[in-house]
């Protein structure tokens, strides 16, 4: 009999379905980090919420820990790398709080357009408010949607029911896949510009920290309603407050805050503003979901049959001769994610060399779990990496060619805009950058780095570095490639850190510069 350790409150529903598979099942709450090293010693599963550290020094102590259960969607508190190395499938419940963070959107989209919870205050303190608290049909406005996933998708069909217009800001759904939403893709500041209501649903990332500050808010239309029940921190609370006191922001409705637990916030004491304490995933039927689907995954994985939630594959299971390429396949993902800026309609994976007669089908999963790392609001695996290309409009083609000209292995990506290639090289098999559109360069792939194309004329290498070093920002290595006219040039750079936001916008004003972009991996 397998024992499984269920260290944070599950569903009845998750622990009956454990238990009539024929397992052991060990609830321990609350368990110090001491004990939990001791507890989880002969446990062959591992199931927990967000409370719960699993650690290196965790999975070394459950050595016989088969799969990592999260019953709920982030793993910031698993090391997914370290379960990865020692062979542990750790798996997660993503679905589990979609319906119910969507429904929840809908609430305080209504709320703040009818200015429920402040009528509803006055009235339980005895004043009768009806002129006070006079609010707006969502009839025949403009929803903006930042951030089409699961969830913004949810919303946009509810939105559409009340017969709002819709637009959204998401680089990782194609323009036909909106289309087929009834949704119009507009950039951010376009979006903000236009909309009544914006909704925020996007993940958390470097990338999207701060998305909406004070640059954005002052050019959204005069007046616009903001909804975030996504993460705290993508919209910036300061800036928020100074446009809703200048009128700029004709309100606000939270759910999710930079800092959690927040009971105090100057936000709070606006009328205007709508808040909750972090509810989105706050239903039964949520919770219930994620202890039952939680329950399935771990069965599955114990019984050693296709798990649909893994987050990770083992190491053992991929062949000797890619294993290596791992890394470098799903780093030039996330490059050529950064490098479109969001994706292209459609994607060409190429292989050459030896490693065109291998295994390569775990490669291009790599390649997809990179494009879209930072584009949905849900940990992406080898797994469901192909279902996000499909939800997302993503057409994705691969080719083999056992022949290479100047490589013995190379990985390629091409859309209708930009191409990339990388290699390993050296005894050592150290990744490298060789191709970016078109333009011969050799790099190491780096977690911060600088793409600019360029007029090839002189100076322009000095444009560039004195910039970064006005910045402050350290050049780690270089490489510089001509284009076969002689008429441009790319210059790719490796930094020490992003290159701040005035800087990037500096350089892309500079008239000799053609194309810049930011990469990163974090």
């Given at each position: 009999m397998?024992?499984?350790?269920?260290?944070e409150?599950?569903a009845?529903?998750g622990?009956?379905?454990?238990?009539?598979?024929?397992h052991?099942v060990?609830?321990?709450?609350?368990l110090?980090?001491?004990?939990?090293l001791?507890a989880v010693?002969?446990?062959?599963?591992?199931v927990?919420?967000?409370?719960?550290?699993?650690?290196?020094?965790?999975l070394?102590a459950?050595s016989?820990?088969?799969?990592?259960?999260?019953?709920?969607i982030?793993?910031?508190?698993?090391?997914?790398?370290?379960a990865?190395?020692?062979?542990v499938?750790v798996v997660n419940?993503p679905q589990?709080n979609?319906?119910?963070?969507?429904?929840?959107?809908?609430?305080?989209l209504l709320?703040?357009?009818r200015?429920?919870?402040?009528a509803h205050?006055?009235?339980v303190?005895?004043?009768w408010e009806?002129?006070?608290?006079?609010g707006?049909?969502?009839?025949?406005?403009?929803?903006?949607?930042?951030?089409?996933?699961r969830?913004?998708?949810?919303?946009?069909q509810?939105?559409?029911?009340?017969?709002?217009r819709?637009?959204a800001?998401d680089?990782?759904?194609?323009?036909?896949?909106?289309?087929q939403m009834?949704?119009?893709?507009?950039?951010?500041?376009?979006?903000?510009?236009?909309?009544?209501?914006?909704t925020?649903?996007?993940?958390?990332?470097?990338?999207?920290a701060?998305?909406?500050?004070?640059d954005?808010?002052?050019?959204?239309?005069?007046g616009?309603?903001?909804?975030n029940?996504?993460?705290?921190?993508?919209l910036d609370?300061?800036?928020?407050?100074?446009?809703?006191?200048?009128?700029?922001?004709?309100?606000?409705?939270l759910d999710?805050?930079s800092?959690e637990?927040?009971?105090?916030?100057?936000?709070?004491?606006?009328?205007?503003?709508?808040?909750t304490?972090?509810?989105?995933a706050?239903t039964?039927?949520?919770?219930?979901?994620?202890g039952?689907?939680i329950a399935e995954?771990v069965i599955l994985?114990?019984a050693?049959?296709?798990v649909?939630f893994?987050?990770?594959?083992a190491?053992t299971?991929?062949?000797e001769s890619?294993r290596?390429?791992l890394?470098?396949a799903?780093?030039l993902?996330r490059?050529?994610a950064c490098?479109?800026?969001g994706?292209p309609?459609r994607l060409e994976?190429?292989?050459?060399g030896?490693?065109a007669g291998?295994?390569?089908?775990i490669?291009?999963?790599?390649?997809?779990?990179?494009?879209?790392?930072?584009?949905?609001?849900?940990p992406?695996?080898?797994?469901?990496?192909p279902?996000?290309?499909?939800?997302?409009?993503?057409?994705?083609?691969?080719s083999?060619?056992?022949t290479?000209?100047e490589?013995?292995?190379l990985i390629?990506?091409?859309?209708?805009?930009h191409s990339?290639?990388g290699t390993?090289?050296g005894h050592r098999s150290?990744?490298?950058i060789?191709l970016?559109?078109?333009h011969?360069?050799?790099?190491?792939p780096?977690e911060n780095?600088l793409?600019?194309?360029n007029?090839?004329?002189?100076g322009?290498?000095?444009v560039?570095?004195t910039?970064?070093?006005?910045?402050?920002?350290s050049?780690?290595s270089?490489?510089v490639?001509?284009s076969?006219?002689?008429?441009t040039?790319l210059?790719?750079?490796s930094?020490d850190?992003?290159v701040p936001?005035?800087?990037?916008?500096?350089?892309q004003?500079?008239?000799?510069?053609?194309?810049i972009?930011r990469?990163?991996?974090?």
């Amino acid at each position: 009999m397998t024992r499984v350790l269920v260290t944070e409150k599950l569903a009845e529903r998750g622990l009956e379905l454990l238990r009539a598979a024929g397992h052991e099942v060990d609830v321990r709450l609350e368990l110090s980090p001491e004990e939990l090293l001791e507890a989880v010693r002969g446990a062959h599963a591992l199931v927990i919420r967000s409370a719960t550290q699993v650690t290196d020094e965790v999975l070394a102590a459950g050595s016989d820990l088969v799969a990592v259960g999260r019953a709920g969607i982030g793993l910031d508190n698993v090391d997914v790398e370290a379960a990865t190395r020692r062979g542990v499938m750790v798996v997660n419940a993503p679905q589990s709080n979609i319906l119910s963070a969507a429904e929840h959107t809908m609430a305080l989209l209504l709320a703040q357009a009818r200015n429920v919870p402040q009528a509803h205050a006055g009235l339980v303190g005895g004043k009768w408010e009806r002129s006070k608290w006079e609010g707006v049909e969502l009839h025949g406005k403009t929803l903006g949607v930042v951030g089409l996933g699961r969830i913004g998708a949810l919303v946009a069909q509810r939105a559409l029911a009340f017969g709002m217009r819709l637009c959204a800001y998401d680089p990782y759904v194609s323009a036909e896949r909106a289309r087929q939403m009834g949704v119009e893709l507009l950039g951010l500041d376009e979006l903000m510009a236009e909309s009544d209501f914006v909704t925020i649903h996007l993940p958390k990332t470097p990338e999207t920290a701060g998305l909406i500050g004070r640059d954005v808010l002052a050019k959204a239309k005069p007046g616009i309603r903001i909804v975030n029940a996504a993460r705290g921190g993508i919209l910036d609370e300061e800036a928020l407050l100074e446009a809703l006191r200048s009128g700029h922001a004709g309100g606000a409705a939270l759910d999710v805050y930079s800092s959690e637990p927040c009971t105090d916030s100057p936000l709070f004491s606006l009328p205007n503003v709508v808040v909750t304490p972090h509810l989105g995933a706050s239903t039964h039927e949520a919770q219930d979901k994620a202890g039952v689907t939680i329950a399935e995954q771990v069965i599955l994985a114990l019984a050693g049959d296709f798990v649909p939630f893994a987050v990770n594959v083992a190491a053992t299971e991929v062949p000797e001769s890619v294993r290596p390429f791992l890394p470098l396949a799903e780093q030039l993902g996330r490059t050529f994610a950064c490098l479109n800026d969001g994706i292209p309609d459609r994607l060409e994976v190429e292989f050459q060399g030896g490693l065109a007669g291998a295994g390569t089908d775990i490669l291009t999963l790599a390649v997809l779990k990179g494009v879209f790392a930072a584009g949905t609001e849900e940990p992406v695996s080898y797994v469901n990496a192909p279902q996000l290309a499909a939800e997302r409009g993503l057409e994705v083609r691969e080719s083999r060619s056992v022949t290479t000209r100047e490589y013995v292995n190379l990985i390629s990506l091409r859309s209708t805009e930009h191409s990339l290639a990388g290699t390993l090289s050296g005894h050592r098999s150290e990744p490298r950058i060789v191709l970016v559109d078109d333009h011969v360069v050799e790099v190491p792939p780096a977690e911060n780095m600088l793409v600019v194309r360029n007029d090839d004329r002189p100076g322009m290498i000095g444009v560039v570095g004195t910039a970064l070093g006005e910045a402050g920002v350290s050049i780690s290595s270089m490489a510089v490639g001509p284009s076969r006219t002689g008429n441009t040039a790319l210059m790719v750079l490796s930094t020490d850190r992003s290159v701040p936001d005035d800087t990037f916008a500096l350089l892309q004003a500079n008239e000799g510069i053609l194309d810049i972009h930011r990469i990163t991996s974090v």
